[in-house]
Nanobody, 118 residues
Framework: QVQLVESGGGLVQAGGSLRLSCAASGHTFSGYTVAWFRRAPGKERGFVALIRWSGGNTVYADSVKGRFAISRDNAKNTVYLQMNSLKPEDTAVYYC???????????WGQGTQVTVSS
């Protein structure tokens, strides 16, 4: 069973930066696709970014392109989301999710709150 633990959320002013971490236990991320999603107040959960462990390919939502960067650390079995130039509309609970190759995100973290003040 894969367990995902997010960290790094917090309160930041608009224009600031945060780095979220998603650490896995129980299994390595090898061969997985790992993604970040977010749920803003009153809205449905939405895709933010993903990284394919094999090859490192990345995909971003249009709303975060050029501001956010997803990366991985093989040795630490951890995925990061570097968030720069944050905007109030980035305020949400951010979730890490992992797809073990089933085309479905089977594993989810508990979420970490990101609040951007104007």
């Amino acid at each position: 069973q894969v367990q995902l633990v997010e960290s790094g959320g917090g309160l930041v002013q608009a224009g600031g930066s945060l780095r979220l971490s998603c650490a896995a236990s129980g299994h390595t991320f090898s061969g997985y696709t790992v993604a970040w999603f977010r749920r803003a107040p009153g809205k449905e959960r939405g895709f933010v970014a993903l990284i394919r462990w094999s090859g490192g390919n990345t995909v971003y939502a249009d709303s975060v392109k050029g501001r956010f960067a997803i990366s991985r650390d093989n040795a630490k079995n951890t995925v990061y989301l570097q968030m720069n130039s944050l905007k109030p509309e980035d305020t949400a609970v951010y979730y890490c999710a992992a797809d073990p190759g089933t085309n479905s995100y089977l594993y989810w973290g508990q979420g970490t709150q990101v609040t951007v003040s104007s």
